[in-house]
């Protein structure tokens, strides 16, 4: 769903993070959602088509793929 469909249902909704970031996140946290303690995820593990193995070294680098 893009963002234009989103604010139609919310007029609100002004996310901080790109959709394509909130993706993969959730995509993360449904692959781990009980992990009490760090989790290694490789690249190359796919989730719903997305290599989420690349997303948490990406976050962690540099800039971080953040806006």
Do not use: N, Y
């Amino acid at each position: 769903m893009g963002g234009t469909a989103l604010r139609e249902v919310d007029l609100d909704w002004h996310p901080v993070w790109p959709a394509d970031w909130q993706r993969r996140c959730t995509a993360l946290r449904e692959l781990l959602p009980d992990e009490q303690s760090p989790a290694e995820v490789l690249p190359r593990f796919t989730v719903h088509g997305m290599d989420i193995g690349k997303w948490p070294a990406r976050q962690r680098s540099p800039g971080g793929g953040r806006p």
